[in-house]
């Protein structure tokens, strides 16, 4: 079933593929022609530059993932002993490795699990919390002609709107603790900023909202009622940090080699783009992982690519969340509640130093590492 569910959709994209490579090479060729002009360095440092971001930011998240792939090639290799399979296809990857213990958590449970998952975070974050789900700042459950998705939206002055599509399933929970940390990151900013400085960046707004998860895996598998349940979270919590630091910082390096491609006139085609995709997941993925044709093509759907160099903060946004969390579970909220309240009255990278988290640093991002091969034991 996954394999052929894998094949309709990816048949779709090999029938168009010179068609998208024809837009992908068109995207980047357009930011080639607009940093240069503009007199950049290069596309990655006009697109850094919106968001004050040194070039090394970029490049250190992508060697030090780079330095750590034994740790993604041994969770490949669990996924095949787990899933008895002799190769894992890109299709594998997604299946649960332990079947799902919650599969009935109901509105009033959820809001249950993320007093009790961001409790760490003190009274001051609580009481938010408590205000977004008892003011009606959430619109919380699908309906017809309803926007499919998660999202947060902020007014100063007044509260933020979050809307999702509730459906009692622990990703839900999930995305409602991450919609949350953008809704009291905002709420704190603007409480404590002018209105200039109360809207944070993206690229700490990531961070904010990712905390929230991690802080929620950590109380799940801690307070897990057995084996089952300890084991379904932990493999949870492992491919949260896959799709969200391994998987997004590929797609940043292949990003980021694309561009360097066109940049040095190099030629590039579909076969260029397919190639470069499949060196990527063999690399990242490791021997036991099958490169099928299909697979190859992966590059041609994913949409952020349209978005330049925009995944790479999914990445360093786990990277910093993971720090955070840790920090908070140690020694308390109060370092990370400052950092809230600071909207974007400095730098993003900037207020993020001043918390502590240097992305400029490879022990930040190594600490995601150590939890995910933590979680791999």
């Not at 309803?146 to 007044?158: D, E, P």
């Not at 109380?219 to 919590?237: F, G």
């Not at 579970?329 to 400052?338: H, I, S």
């Amino acid at each position: 079933e996954r394999k052929s569910a894998y094949q309709n959709e990816f048949i779709a994209y090999n029938d168009n593929i010179n068609t998208l490579s024809g837009l992908l090479i068109g995207q980047v060729k357009k930011n080639v022609f607009y940093s240069s002009e503009r007199g950049y360095k290069s596309s990655l440092d006009m697109y850094l530059k919106g968001d004050d971001i040194d070039e090394q930011v970029y490049n250190k998240l992508i060697e030090t993932v780079n330095d750590n792939m034994e740790s993604l090639h041994k969770y490949v290799s669990l996924r095949k002993k787990v899933l008895n399979l002799d190769k894992v296809h890109y299709y594998d990857m997604f299946t649960p490795m332990v079947e799902a213990v919650d599969d009935n958590l109901t509105y009033d449970k959820a809001q249950g699990i993320i007093y009790s998952a961001l409790s760490p975070l003190g009274k001051e974050y609580g009481d938010v919390i408590y205000k977004a789900f008892n003011e009606e700042w959430i619109d919380a459950f699908a309906n017809d002609n309803k926007v499919s998705g998660a999202y947060c939206l902020s007014i100063y002055g007044n509260h933020p709107y979050v809307l999702l599509n509730y459906n009692n399933s622990l990703g839900s929970v999930s995305t409602l603790a991450h919609e949350l940390g953008h809704a009291v990151y905002e709420y704190m900013s603007s409480k404590n900023q002018s209105y200039f400085n109360s809207n944070p960046s993206i690229f700490t707004h990531e961070v904010a909202s990712t905390t929230n998860e991690a802080l929620l895996y950590e109380m799940l598998i801690k307070n897990s009622e057995n084996d089952q349940q300890k084991a379904y979270y932990i493999t949870q919590y492992m491919d949260f940090i896959k799709d969200t630091l391994y998987t997004q910082t590929m797609y940043a390096e292949f990003e980021r080699d694309v561009h360097s491609m066109l940049e040095n006139n190099e030629n590039v085609n579909t076969l260029v783009l397919n190639d470069l995709w499949s060196q990527l997941l063999k690399k990242y993925y490791g021997k036991d992982f099958e490169v099928d044709p299909l697979a190859m093509i992966g590059w041609s759907r994913i949409p952020h690519f349209y978005n330049s160099f925009y995944v790479y903060k999914y990445a360093t946004g786990c990277s910093s969340a993971i720090s955070f969390s840790q920090d908070i579970l140690k020694n308390g909220p109060e370092n990370y509640m400052n950092f809230l309240k600071k909207g974007s009255s400095d730098k993003p990278i900037n207020l993020l130093k001043s918390a502590g988290i240097d992305l400029s640093n490879k022990k930040t991002i190594q600490v995601s590492i150590d939890k995910f091969n933590s979680l791999l034991q």
